[in-house]
Every structure is written in C-alpha cells, then in structure tokens.
C-alpha cells in the first residue's frame, strides 16, 4: 500500500505547528435531549479546554510530538482558562496573542447519555480572527508541518501560502464552507473533513460521489471522517474504506479533533495510508470513552494494544 514519503523541511524547532480554534467547552450530560420549555437535571457536568486544533496539539504533545499552537485568546477569565489548559500539556503557547477586550469562544456542549451523541452551542467574539499583519510568517512556518481549520480562513490562507513556500507540509480540518472555502484546500496538501462537508461543498448526496467531484477542486489528499463508520479516502482515484472501532461511547466531543491529530502523529512516522487510517480511528474511537475533547485521549501505548490486540 501507499506510504506518503514526506519530505520535511530540516532545522525547525518544532514538528507541528497549529494555527486555529481554540476554546473553552461546558459540557452536559444529560438523560435524554430536553424539550422546549422543559427542566432536566444534569448528569453530569465539565468544564474543559477545547477547540479542534489546540485539542490536536494537546494529543499530539502527549504523544511525545514537539508542538506548537498559534491563534488567540479573549483577555477575560475564559481566555486565561483556554491558554492554561494548553500550556500546562507541554504545547508551545510563546506565539498566542490575547485580545484584551475580547470574551474567549466557548461552547455549551448538551450530551445525550444514551448515545454519546451532542449538540453544541458556540459563540466566537469577531475580535478573535486575526487582523492583517498580525500573523507572523517565521512563528507559522517554524515546524516541519502544519495544521490548520478553516474558521479564520483569510489568516488560514496566508498561513498554507506560508508553508507551501517554504516546502512545508499542511493538513485541515475542514466542517464548514465560506465564499474562500475553493481557494483555501487548493493550496492544501491534506484535506480530512468532516461526513457532510464535501455534500455541503458539491450537492450531491452520496458522499463517495461527493467526495470524488471533490478532488476536482483540490490536488490534495482528501479524506472524509465517518464517526462509528471509519473513514474514506481517495488514493490514486480508487475509494479507499478503513473501519471504525466499537467502544461504550459517553461523549463524541473531539473526536474529530483527535483524529486529525492521529492521522498527522502516522504522517510523521511515514506509516502506510491504510495503517494511518486505522490508527486515527483507534484513537478518535478511544476518546469517545469520556466526556469533553480531551480527557478520553489515549495514550500511545493504549491505542496501539487497543488497534493491534494480540
């Protein structure tokens, strides 16, 4: 099977860099979702660091990976929660810039009990996207790749510019379409998105046909998570299926987020695709385990026993 045989760039001080969400996640855990005009007692309650790419840093960091995270943070009690929360797992935080008079995002996060299944609810202050001149060039290309989502998609695009110049390898989570959506995974190498997005991009519902009109976007790779289901891929033009793992699912919150962060960590040690696959659905599978983004997420050791039991 195919092995991507990257070519890094030598001399970084880090092996992955991200530039993206963070946030600061309140999550509930409830019976059943509530009806309108209803009272429920919660379950079970959390309050935690979040945010795709700041929770792919925090993954990859206690996998032993050097990383990086770059975005922004509100200067109210929220921000100083976000930026503790990263830190204190060993991510390089010197490049995160507070807005003094901006609340950090946050999410309420409703989770079904039942399922695991959850509903979230988001606010992001508009002062949280980066204004021109603010990103730093040798701050976003100082790793050997980089990660990014699609959210501040103006400083996304400088940032993938960035990287390509500088033979820089880059990775998206993509989950949402903007007017710049088209130009942005143009300039990207490896494009991982979420089950709806390439129907939202092309129309077409089934999402094989989806994801295959596309690649006529994008020379990128191109892959699509399918929670329980797996995921897909397209490599070489043929349809790529690896399964997902059964586990006692609590919280779906983050799983995404760990697999990219399992797709970059076998990307690193040039795994085979198939392989890389398997590992990002082992370890998204294993977060499922517990509630919020980052508390389910397993250690190497575990993931490997969990994906490969003898």
């Not at 880090?14 to 530039?19: A, L, P």
């Not at 609810?121 to 730093?136: P, S």
């Not at 990207?188 to 979420?194: E, L, P, Q, V, W």
Request: glycine share 10%; charged share 25%; hydrophobic share 40%.
């Amino acid at each position: 099977m195919m092995r991507f045989d990257l070519s890094f760039p030598k001399g970084k001080p880090f092996e992955v860099v991200g530039m993206g969400l963070n946030s600061v996640d309140f999550l509930s855990v409830v019976p059943e979702f509530p009806a309108l005009d209803s009272k429920m007692k919660i379950l079970r309650f959390s309050k935690q660091g979040g945010g795709q790419v700041a929770t792919a840093m925090v993954a990859l960091s206690r996998w032993g990976v050097k990383t990086k995270y770059i975005g922004k943070v509100g200067g109210d009690e929220l921000g100083h929660f976000s930026l503790h929360s990263i830190r204190q797992e060993g991510v390089d935080v010197s490049s995160i810039t507070v807005e003094p008079n901006a609340t950090n995002q946050f999410a309420m996060i409703i989770v079904d009990a039942m399922t695991g299944g959850r509903t979230i609810l988001w606010d992001r202050d508009e002062r949280l996207m980066y204004r021109e001149g603010e990103l730093r060039e040798e701050e976003i290309c100082s790793g050997k790749l980089l990660h990014l989502d699609g959210h501040d998609i103006q400083a996304a695009i400088q940032s993938a510019k960035w990287a390509k110049e500088e033979g820089i390898p880059t990775v998206i989570d993509l989950d949402k379409i903007e007017p710049l959506t088209p130009e942005l995974i143009r300039g990207i190498d490896f494009i991982i998105t979420s089950s709806r997005f390439s129907t939202l991009f092309t129309g077409i519902v089934d999402r094989e046909k989806a994801l295959m009109e596309l690649q006529k976007q994008t020379p990128g790779f191109l892959c699509a998570t399918l929670g329980p289901e797996g995921a897909i891929a397209l490599v070489d033009g043929e349809m790529l299926r690896v399964k997902g793992f059964e586990v006692r699912t609590v919280d779906t919150t983050g799983a995404g987020d760990v697999f990219h962060a399992g797709f970059i960590y076998g990307l690193l040690q040039n795994w085979e695709v198939t392989e890389i696959l398997r590992f990002a659905n082992g370890v998204a599978a294993l977060k499922c385990r517990d509630l919020g983004g980052r508390r389910g997420i397993p250690s190497l050791e575990e993931a490997q026993r969990f994906i490969n039991p003898s």
